[in-house]
């Protein structure tokens, strides 16, 4: 259990962050084309007999990395390329179970979650990746938030946009997989999306809001795997739902009037 | 001393010369205006000035020294576009954008004391897309000028803004020339504007057909003329 939630804080953490400027760039549901994605490489090393989470990682990265240069040079819409990658990886992870024999139990833990059996090792790398891309955020942020607002503007300021693009969608493709313990592939885009959209209702200059994003995603996921711990049911649903049940709350403060027009 | 030179800079896209040997001059302390119709080239000419379009041909030098070989000469640039594009509920304040313009973070008090210069430091807790359109602008100007800038430049930077905000815009480009010496260049559809404020115009449609004193060219009423007719055709061609 303190594995559990040390990693799930981690994760939740991780995932406000790098999602906040997914989010902010219109990315929202790049996180969820690279989780579709990751499937495959998931499966390709369930099927090769290596860690499976080593596999999708490389995957991953490579598709966000691709589907990014394909969309920059052959001008396809954001939401097309994302369609493409998402429904890539399902069906080559599709085809490789179907090489491995069907579906199994590490299938299912990989589709919904399986934060309560991760190991001290998964833990360990939870904590270093997270690190890592904070500290990495730190250092680069006045770079990546000018890029995010205005492009243009950041090339001006001698800021190497395209540089930094990669940069997000490589830390996007680490964090997706890193998440995919916690909330399975077809979850992901909660944790990115969600505690997100509702910090920009509160928060009024950007750290606010991710302080505000971070707080929210923490309390989901903690709350969310000690409820599921004791009603024994999958944490990764009580972590979305609650996570959904703050937005709606957050939705309905403002019609009443109680929040600050943002 | 010349800031700025351009020797021959034409730019050619599929269906069309975007600028066609344009050359000229701007020294340091100058105010110069761009005028020309829609689809004059003056976007072009600045983008390739910025760095933003690296296809063409002939040179730009700043300060001395060719933009294709080193990207060092934006450090000495404040740049503003036309209508900065941003999402509206961007969760950034007045205060976010401008220290976005900051090359060196212990330069903060600056920030303040480009808000206070601007008329615009009790805005600065403000989420940006809450300002009015002329608010906004001078937000963008302080980004521009947080640096210590040896140019300004801006792109029709008063389209869509309230005139009392555009009057209010003209000074303050008015005492950053005259009373800090940066040298400005602005590319801009109002003609009296240009002729209060630059002391040298550019006037461009695709090829410069004139660069010089503005006094020259406002005194000049067969090349006001020329510029007005060329306005009048683009504005009837692409209506």
Known sequence: ????????????????????????????????????????????????????????????????????????????????????????????????IGFSGGFTIDIFSFLFGSILLVSVDDTILILSLTGIILIVILLLYRQILYSTFNEEQAKVSGIPVEKINYLIVFMAGITVVT?????????????????????????KGFKQTAIISMSFSVFSVVAGILISYILDITPAGTIVLLSIGLLGGTMGIKSAGLLSKN | MSIVEINNLTVHYPDVKALDDVSFVVNEGDFLGIIGPNGAGKSTLFDCMLGLNTKYKGTIKFFGKDIKNSKNYLKGIGYVPQKPIFEKNFPVTVN???RMGLRNESDKEKIDEILQQLWIHELRNRRIGELSGGQQQR???????????KILILDEPVAGIDQQSIELFYSILRELNSKQKITIIWSSHDLDAVNKLANHVACLNRTLFFHGESEKFFSDDKLVKQYSEASMQEHMHHH
């Open chain 1, 179 to 203: 998440a995919v313990q916690l909330v399975g592939v077809l979850l992901i885009s909660a944790l990115f999306v969600i505690p997100n959209v509702t910090a920009i209702m509160y928060g």
């Open chain 2, 139 to 149: 937000v963008f100007i302080a980004k521009a000028l947080v640096n210590n800038p």
């Open chain 1, 1 to 96: 259990m303190h594995r559990a939630l040390i990693s799930g804080i981690a994760i939740a953490i991780l995932c406000s962050v790098v999602g906040l400027f997914l989010v902010l760039r219109r990315y929202s549901l790049f996180g969820d084309a690279i989780a579709h994605s990751s499937f495959g490489g998931i499966a390709l090393g369930l099927l090769a007999g290596v860690y499976p989470l080593l596999t999708a990682y490389g995957v991953s990265i490579i598709s966000a990395l691709i589907i990014t240069k394909i969309k920059d040079k052959y001008n396809i819409s954001g939401d097309a390329s994302i369609a493409v990658l998402l429904s890539s990886g399902i069906a080559i992870g599709l085809v490789i």
């Open chain 2, 96 to 98: 976010d954008v401008v």
